[in-house]
């Protein structure tokens, strides 16, 4: 089961730069997507989210843009921070129900100094 | 801030044991679920729970569990037999009635099957 996926297993970015994380899904019935940021040894924090109406949805440092044609979502985090340093996991899920969240596979972004 | 908890954080049990493994979701959120995550493999979906019913399975979730609301505030996943294959993390969820896209998570149980 691919529905969702993110292809770049790690992601190292200096502290101050942008992060871009990526993510592609096939199944076209998701309408709903989001990331969740998993330290070591803890639960998946929401981060942010987005709707399939939209393109672009921003919360601080963090911004989620959507391109529905291509089926592919990405995370910028703008400036980075060591803090940021932890797993990102993109989500998607079609709301309307109490509808399981299909996850990738995630991304490990190291932040430096 | 009100968050998703989890006993205990590890279990280490004896294949063919039965497990339960407990949640407090968030006090107002009415849509549970569960979620576990093999070592080194995605987080896949078990199941979501609704008004005392199963809202939707996986296909994991087969007759070797079972989800249980036993009084207001805890939310438990069962597994009868466990197999070495049921090691994972599990991770229980929950989400308000309207919001059901956007779940939030406890820390996660450690299992351990030998």
């Known amino acids: 089961d691919q529905q969702v996926k993110q292809n770049s297993p790690s992601l190292s970015v200096q502290e101050g730069r942008i992060s871009i994380l990526n993510c592609d899904y096939t199944n076209s019935m998701f309408d709903y997507f989001l990331w969740y940021k998993k330290y070591p040894a803890e639960g998946p924090t929401f981060l942010i989210s987005?709707?399939?109406?939209?393109d672009k949805n921003e919360d601080g440092r963090f911004t989620v843009f959507l391109n529905k044609s291509a089926k592919h979502l990405s995370l910028h985090i703008v400036p980075s921070q060591p803090g940021d340093s932890a797993v990102y996991f993109c989500?998607?899920?079609?709301?309307?129900?109490?509808?399981?969240?299909?996850f990738g596979t995630g991304t490990r972004l190291q932040v430096t100094l | 801030e009100p968050e998703v908890t989890q006993t205990p954080s590890h279990q280490v049990t004896q294949m063919g044991q039965e497990v339960i493994l407990r949640c407090v979701p968030i006090s107002n959120h009415l849509y549970f679920y569960w979620y576990r995550q093999i070592l080194g493999q995605k987080v896949e979906f078990l199941v979501s729970f609704y008004n005392n019913e199963i809202s939707e399975k996986s296909e994991i979730f087969d007759d070797q569990f079972s989800v249980e609301r036993p009084d207001g505030s805890n939310f438990t996943l069962k597994i009868r037999s466990t197999k070495l294959e049921d090691s994972a993390m599990y991770f229980c969820?929950?989400?308000?009635?309207?919001?059901?896209?956007?779940?939030?998570f406890g820390p996660g149980t450690r299992l351990t099957v030998l």
């Open positions: 969820a929950s989400s308000e009635v309207l919001r059901t896209d956007t779940q939030y």
């Open positions: 989500a998607a899920t079609l709301t309307g129900t109490a509808s399981k969240l299909t």
């Open positions: 987005i709707s399939s109406i939209k």
